[in-house]
């Protein structure tokens, strides 16, 4: 179940720093790293593109569910990312990165992905 928690997010990454024409982005990169902490999974995935646009978001911080702000979205795909993530005991947070971009954060009990 984790395949499209992680590829949404990386494809979320990979679209924004295609559609950043900031030139101050002159270092694009998607940065992936995991790493495990006693008995879960945390996977960073951050980018360095315009970050994530504020509206997406609840009051209580999580995305939105139908919201999007790409021309060919649906916004569904970070809620359905946060559900898969909450029936395996973890969560997801986004946020937007103080140098710039932004980072989406996967926690998972390592319990749940040996099955």
Known sequence: PLYP???NALRNSIEAIAG???VSH???FIELSAF???DQMVMTIRD???GIDP???EENGDVRFGQTTKPDGNGIGLPLARDIAQSL???VVLNNQDEGGAA????IKTGCLIQ
Not at 104 to 107: A, E, K, P, W
């Open 5 to 7: 928690v992680i590829t």
């Open 20 to 22: 950043c024409d900031d």
């Open 26 to 28: 002159n270092q694009q």
């Open 36 to 38: 495990l902490d006693d």
């Open 48 to 50: 360095t593109g315009p």
């Open 55 to 57: 509206s997406l978001f």
């Open 89 to 91: 005991e973890g969560s």
């Open 104 to 107: 989406f954060i996967l926690h």
